[in-house]
């Protein structure tokens, strides 16, 4: 392919048609804004989805998405409060607490509702295969629905889990700890700051294993890296098990209109 670009946002007309025809594949980051730890940024879901993306895209084609931010997660409803997530996963039952900067909550219904009019539109342009992952809640919503994404639209999907790695070596696998504080120090360096993380006493919302003692940049480098590898033969192999596609898209147009003034 000539075009190098990958974010569909960046692409003009012609580099759309090129990347869409060679590799029919989109790539969706379901983030969130959403306190992750007093040493990484709050979209830090999205952020490492979309740079395991472009890492996938810029080796084998396709296209990366702009990310989502709302996505669902556990409510706790209390005194006519809502706590969403590790508003109330990071205290004593008996204290949640709203997260500073945490905006991203949208209930199953309407996240679900979002989801099929994003894979509606996704088949209308040309694509065949969807990849979406980020946030795990959002990401486990997506994989639920894949039967009636391929029935109803057509459209293949999985996310980085069954494409690559689960446990410690997948792709977001805890909540702020060690793996992905160490993705986000791998693809975004100048965003997390473990010095922020007291050496004394426990972070607060961060559940898995502890990142002051074990994440690094060079873990996340060699996460992406195994991640990246295994999910680019997958989906070469899918995309190439598909029938052959008769609509290729182009930029011919007739009968048009000329909407310029005089």
């Known amino acids: 392919m000539n075009c190098n670009k990958v974010l569909y946002e960046e692409l003009l007309p012609d580099e759309f048609a090129e990347r869409i025809n060679a590799f029919p594949v989109a790539y969706l980051p379901l983030g969130t804004l959403e306190w992750h730890g007093l040493h990484m940024p709050l979209g830090a879901d999205g952020i490492q989805a979309r740079g395991v993306f472009e890492r996938i895209a810029s080796q084998i084609g396709g296209i990366v998405l702009p990310m989502l931010f709302l996505g669902p997660d556990s409510v706790l409803r209390k005194d006519g409060d809502v706590y969403c997530g590790m508003d109330y996963l990071s205290f004593d039952e008996t204290s949640p607490q709203q997260l500073e900067g945490s905006a991203y909550y949208i209930d199953d219904g309407l996240f679900c509702s979002l989801l099929d009019t994003i894979m509606q539109n996704l088949s209308r342009a040309g694509f065949r295969m969807v990849v979406g992952h980020g946030h795990g809640p959002s990401t486990g919503a997506f ?21 690559g790695y689960k446990g410690d070596e997948g792709i977001q696998t805890d909540h702020a700890a060690a793996n992905e504080t160490s993705l986000v120090m791998a693809l975004r360096p100048d965003l997390a700051d473990i010095g922020k993380l007291s050496a004394d006493s426990a972070p607060v919302g961060v559940w898995g294993e502890d990142p002051r003692k074990a994440a ?47």
């Open 143 to 163: 994989a639920g629905r894949k039967q009636l994404f391929e029935e109803k639209y057509g459209l293949i999907t999985r996310n980085l889990w069954e494409l």
């Open 216 to 262: 690094s940049a060079r873990r996340g480098h060699s996460i992406i890296d195994k991640n990246a590898e295994a999910a680019s033969k997958k989906l070469q192999a899918l995309v190439s098990g598909l029938p052959a596609d008769a609509n290729k898209r182009t930029l011919e147009y007739h009968d048009v209109k000329n909407l310029l003034r005089r």
